[in-house]
């Protein structure tokens, strides 16, 4: 499966309470059992108003398919073609 990032355009998900962000986790969860294993959610980073959601797939169609059902905005996805970090440096 390919990489991506999605970044979600979520107005002040940065204040969401715990239980909101939990309800938000459990919906996105349910979609993906439905999806089946063509897509797998990594990770999210919530900022102010947007989250970077870390998501494994097979392509972006899935990750559009994801943000119809679930009702999450999908406005940038972006897919990652290789990884740098502070160890890659020689």
């Not at 996105?28 to 870390?54: H, M, R």
Request: charged share 30%; hydrophobic share 40%; aromatic share 8%.
């Amino acid at each position: 499966m390919k990489k991506f990032i999605i970044e979600r355009d979520i107005p002040d998900v940065g204040h969401f309470e715990e239980q909101q962000l939990c309800d938000a986790a459990d919906k996105s969860n349910s979609v993906l059992a439905e999806l089946g294993p063509d897509i797998q959610w990594v990770e999210s980073y919530v900022a102010a108003n947007k989250t970077f959601c870390v998501y494994l797939a097979k392509d972006k169609d899935i990750i559009k398919r994801h943000a119809e059902l679930s009702g999450f905005p999908a406005n940038h996805i972006t897919e990652i073609k290789r990884m740098i970090d502070p160890t890659t440096a020689g």
